[in-house]
Nanobody, 124 residues
Framework: QVQLEESGGGLVQAGGSLRLSCAAS????????MGWFRQAPGKEREFVAA?????????YYAEFVKGRFTISRDSDKNTVVLQMTSLRPEDTAVYYC????????????????WGQGTQVTVSS
């Protein structure tokens, strides 16, 4: 069982950057599939980025963040990072870290363990 806690959210201007961190405890994340999702008020939780452990640490990105966001893993710190640049107002949402031992795709239902989320707000 893994416990996840996100941090690094905040308020930024459009075009700015934020670095979100997901700290894991209870287990190492080296062999977990790790994902980032986001959810805006009144909208469904949507996929942002993921690292697939099975298959060779493949990185996946939603089309709307390609070239702007980067997901990475720091195994020594048991942390997964989402570096976000060129932020847009439509990126405003609560961002969640997720983990699972199996790779079942990029749907939220594919992930068993979740953090509480961190708020990201991008102003115009």
């Amino acid at each position: 069982q893994v416990q996840l806690e996100e941090s690094g959210g905040g308020l930024v201007q459009a075009g700015g950057s934020l670095r979100l961190s997901c700290a894991a405890s209870g287990r190492t994340i080296s062999t977990y599939n790790m994902g980032w999702f986001r959810q805006a008020p009144g909208k469904e939780r949507e996929f942002v980025a993921a690292i697939r452990w099975s298959g060779g640490n493949i990185h996946y990105y939603a089309e709307f963040v390609k070239g702007r966001f980067t997901i990475s893993r720091d195994s020594d710190k048991n942390t997964v990072v989402l570096q976000m640049t060129s932020l847009r107002p439509e990126d405003t949402a609560v961002y969640y870290c997720a983990a699972d031992t199996r790779w079942l795709g990029t749907l939220a239902a594919a992930y068993e363990y979740w953090g509480q989320g961190t708020q990201v707000t991008v102003s115009s």
